[in-house]
């Protein structure tokens, strides 16, 4: 039988799936009521599989990623299990094309599903094999678009199960109803909990500069994408202005977004996305500019692999924890007194909950 790192990639199996909220969960920039998945497998010709998963946003992307990613299948299949390598063959056959949006998407769970598969081979935890050790890492709650009332409740829940920070989303009609939104979460959870705030890009950069102004009075631990993701003219602006830290990244797509902004000064921290940044391949390059900037790096999503690899970054700073994919994960990431428990089991962890994927099968 071969080994993890002899091993050969035999065939690809991908299996789109729609998962409903719990609750859904509110934005400035609009209402994430289901999350469509797209769960990949890597099988290897000794049996391996190794397990990766995107999340397209919305029901029209989940098709067309599904089929990239099939399509992807004879390109990869046949080759050694090297996660790195395949990265880089992925990326020069689709440089014409580009490598962001829905084909970045494609190359991420393939990408994640690759990295998955060869500690599983190697028989050794991801953290292991990517030269880090597991440790506890800290969690923050997300608050929704639910206004002083509601904000607070959530927040306060959090708390509750040992959370020490919390992020609200804002964006409110005006800036005084983001701050009695703020005050009242802070109202709800008390001095030492840490609160971020999230506008998902809804301001343009000159009322950016007027509302951060204000919110500098909070205390808050950052102010994230007040203006659109790709604007690094406009958040450099904002963050000139700023005394609170300014924090970018979900939406950068590869490293390349990222050393972008990071020269315009357009961020004070980064929050990669394992699918945007690359997948495991490119949160590794992630970490190592973040680390060489001296920027704290947080995660977005993605919380039973963006803990792994959140182990294994030098700047690591705080994880955004979610349940929204639980219902379709075996064992879901364990969080206890605030802080994400990283298993021993070989892999990334992840593992499909089969009843659970037939049932929201699309």
């Given at each position: 039988?071969a080994?993890?790192?002899t ?33 990949t ?8 599989v190794?397990?990766?998963m ?9 098709a ?19 996660p ?5 063959s ?15 998407m494609?190359m991420?769970?393939i ?83 840490s609160?971020?705030v ?10 950016a ?20 993701a ?17 924090q970018?990244g ?12 990071i ?27 973040a ?32 349940d ?11 969080v ?7 298993s ?8 499909w ?10």
């Amino acid at each position: 039988m071969a080994s993890g790192d002899t091993a050969l990639i035999r065939e690809l199996i991908v299996r789109p799936v729609r998962v409903p909220m719990p609750e859904p969960h509110r934005t400035a920039s609009g209402v994430v009521a289901e999350s469509p998945l797209v769960l990949t497998d890597v099988v290897t010709d000794s049996g391996v599989v190794g397990h990766g998963m995107v999340f397209t946003y919305t029901p029209a992307a989940l098709a067309p990623v599904a089929d990239l990613i099939r399509n992807c299948g004879p390109l990869v299949t046949g080759l050694p299990l090297a996660p790195a390598e395949i990265e880089q063959s992925l990326a020069r056959r689709f440089r014409l094309l580009g490598t962001q949006g829905l084909v970045g998407m494609a190359m991420a769970a393939i990408d994640m599903a690759l990295w998955d598969a060869l500690a599983r081979g190697l028989g050794m935890p991801l953290v292991r094999l990517l030269g880090g050790a597991a440790k506890p890492v800290r969690c923050y709650g997300p608050v929704g678009y639910d206004g002083e009332d509601g904000s607070a409740a959530t927040a306060a829940r959090w708390v509750s199960r040992g959370f020490t920070g919390v992020k609200a989303k804002i964006g409110y009609p005006t800036v005084d109803e983001d701050v009695a939104v703020i005050r009242a979460v802070r109202k709800a959870v008390g001095p030492e909990v840490s609160i971020m705030v999230d506008y998902n890009q809804c301001l343009v950069p000159a009322e950016a500069v007027e509302r951060v102004r204000r919110l500098d009075a909070e205390g808050l631990a950052w102010i994230e994408e007040p203006t659109l993701a790709h604007d690094y003219a406009g958040h450099a602006m904002v963050a000139r202005e700023a005394r609170t830290p300014i924090q970018c990244g979900e939406n950068w797509w590869g490293t390349t977004d990222m050393r972008h902004a990071i020269e315009a000064g357009a961020s004070d921290y980064v929050m990669p996305d394992v699918m945007k940044i690359g997948g495991v391949t490119g949160w590794l390059r992630a970490a190592a500019i973040a680390q060489a900037f001296g920027l704290p790096v947080s995660s977005h999503l993605w919380p039973e692999l963006s803990a792994r690899l959140l182990c294994c970054t030098p700047t690591s700073h705080w994880l955004e924890y979610s349940d929204w994919w639980n219902p379709v994960l075996k064992t879901p990431l364990r969080v206890e007194n605030g802080m994400a428990v990283i298993s021993d089991d070989d892999g990334s962890g992840i593992e499909w909950d089969e009843e659970a994927v037939r049932r929201f099968a699309v």
